[in-house]
């Protein structure tokens, strides 16, 4: 008896500002998706997004990705990564084909593809997303299948995602010194909505904020797919960098007051509770530095409201200004912030949730919540596939090198200086 074929494993790497995560993912005989490893470490080497040094980074990736493959018991070979800076772009295009009043039929929908891949060719940047959305037919729009139906014309708008060629190649050229393939960039707002929105609320409309810890992108869904974002160079770390500044203490005790004490909305109790930190140089033996609560409260507010405006501009720029019953979809590290989805509810004037991954089989705690939204996203986009119109790895970027074989071969080939 044959032995039965092991299915493909999926690789999923998300380089942050903060950490680097690793998820190695397969399908279960049913289909669905079944985590078999995790790994993660301390982002080194990323600033806003980018990748400021390669060394440090590719020691975080390859380090994550290891973890990863110890817990799993098994090794890959590449990886879908994410790309969340700063300077990604979005835009439709719109292309049609005549068909004579004829019936349509499959090869009309790949000629009308076809011709659609001149048509997203965006100078001096690299596409990462062509998706085609909703077909046309005459003056019908919202054809989701127009396969077996009559027109004289068929259309089709084509989302397009771009982003600039440097900080794509540096991410691309670190994951490959870590002797991992590149199955795909992926921009983060697409990975995350597709692990924390539903299908109707992408149908419906419905803003998506990624709080990272030093960017926050915001992108407008409706229709299905991703129709507007905007980048703000602002995150979660700049308010525990703001912590450490007023109060003189490590970005270690920040971050931990942050997490454990702070909070967006503030209370009649905050003048009567008391936080400890050490400051910087203090002896092991010093007593520790006592700050009131308020006081803490105070400078999270500050930045919070800072955050919290530039994304109310954001939405009006991309023209979310509907009902006030459209919701805005909070994710990423900085959603774990107490209280942070009530108060940017109030100033929004709309309904807030915090939005976590979807539960696969298999997900530890520890990656469940919103700060692992597109780690899961990519995992899910590598299991689902794309509907991408052309091959979105990044082919016309770095020539492909295929990668050591797992784990072994990559420690191997790092000993040797490849």
Not at 3 to 25: E, R, W
């Amino acid at each position: 008896m044959a032995a039965p074929q092991q299915q493909p494993l999926i690789g999923a790497l998300d380089i942050g500002s903060s950490k680097v995560s690793a998820l190695i993912c397969a399908t279960d005989p049913d289909g669905r998706l079944r985590v078999l490893g995790t790994g993660q470490r301390e982002s080194r080497g990323v600033k806003r997004g980018f990748i400021t040094d390669m060394e440090a980074s590719e020691v975080a990736v390859r380090e994550a990705v290891e973890q990863a493959e110890r817990m799993a018991g098994q090794s890959i070979d590449d990886v879908w990564a994410s790309f969340g800076a700063g300077g990604l772009t979005s835009e439709l295009a719109t292309v049609e084909v005549e068909l004579g009043g004829h019936q349509v039929e499959q090869s009309d929908v790949e000629e009308l593809l076809a011709a659609g891949r001149s048509a997203i060719d965006r100078k001096g940047q690299v596409v990462l997303h062509a998706n085609p959305a909703l077909y046309s037919l005459d003056n019908v729009q919202g054809v989701v299948q127009p396969v077996g139906l009559h027109a004289e014309r068929l259309g089709v708008d084509i989302h397009v995602i771009a982003a600039d060629s440097g900080p794509l190649r540096n991410i691309d050229l670190t994951i490959r010194q870590a002797h991992l393939g590149v199955r795909a960039i992926v921009a983060s707002p697409i990975a995350a909505s597709l692990s924390t929105l539903s299908q109707e609320e992408r149908d419906l409309g419905v803003a998506l904020v990624e709080l990272g810890a030093e960017v926050t992108n915001v992108s407008l869904h409706a229709g299905g797919m991703l129709v507007g974002l905007r980048s703000i160079p602002l995150g979660a770390r700049d308010i525990t960098d703001d912590i450490a500044c007023a109060f003189g203490v490590t970005r270690r005790d920040a971050e931990r007051m942050k997490c454990f004490h702070g909070s967006a909305m503030t209370s009649p109790r905050d003048n009567h509770e008391m936080v400890e930190a050490r400051g910087h140089g203090s002896d092991d033996g010093a007593e520790p530095m006592r700050i009131s609560r308020a006081q803490l409260m105070t400078v999270i507010r500050q930045r919070i409201e800072e955050i919290t405006g530039e994304v109310e501009g954001s939405l009006k720029a991309l023209g979310f200004t509907g009902p006030v019953g459209r919701q805005v979809v909070l994710t990423g590290g900085g959603a774990e912030l107490k209280n942070i989805a009530d108060y940017m509810q109030g100033v929004l004037g709309r309904a807030v949730r915090v939005g976590r991954p979807r539960q696969i089989t298999g997900l530890p705690d520890a990656h469940s919540g919103p700060g692992f939204a597109t780690l899961v996203g990519l995992a899910m986009l590598g299991h689902g596939g794309n509907r991408d119109i052309r091959d979105i790895a990044l082919g016309t970027i770095s020539e492909k090198r295929k990668p050591a074989g797992g784990m072994m071969g990559r420690l191997i080939a790092a000993m040797r200086g490849a």
